[in-house]
């Protein structure tokens, strides 16, 4: 059974860091794009990270550089975000993605598989 289960979500207060987790199962995890997306309250899903087959090469949205980091480990079948330095607006539900070969790992549209999502909130 297929399944991305996040973890790590919480309330935190700004300038402090929070790492998600994502553990997958049900499908080859070692070959699969891993990346984040996020929901803000009243918005469209957003891209915040992905990460290549291998870990060698990750992306990043515009307002996460440089704060947030994402790596994964093929042994455990997880995935991770470390996010650092967050503010107010990183407010969000965070969604673990898995990607098909080929995709554009930027576009919601090409995310094969979901997570849950994970409530983040971040307070002043």
């Known amino acids: 059974q297929l399944q991305l289960t996040e973890s790590g979500g919480g309330l935190v207060q700004a300038g402090n860091s929070l790492r998600l987790s994502c553990a997958v199962s049900g499908l080859t995890f070692s070959m699969h794009v891993m990346g984040w997306f996020r929901q803000i309250a009243g918005l469209e899903l957003e891209f915040v990270a992905a990460?290549?087959?291998?870990?060698?090469?990750?992306y990043y949205g515009d307002s996460m550089k440089g704060r947030f980091t994402i790596s994964r480990d093929d042994a455990k079948n997880t995935v991770y975000l470390q996010m650092n330095n967050l503010q107010p607006e990183d407010t969000a539900v965070y969604y673990c993605a898995a990607f098909n070969q080929g995709r554009d790992v930027y576009s919601r549209a090409s995310v094969d598989y979901w997570g849950q999502g994970a409530q983040v909130t971040v307070s002043t």
């Open positions: 990460i290549q087959q291998g870990g060698g090469i990750t």
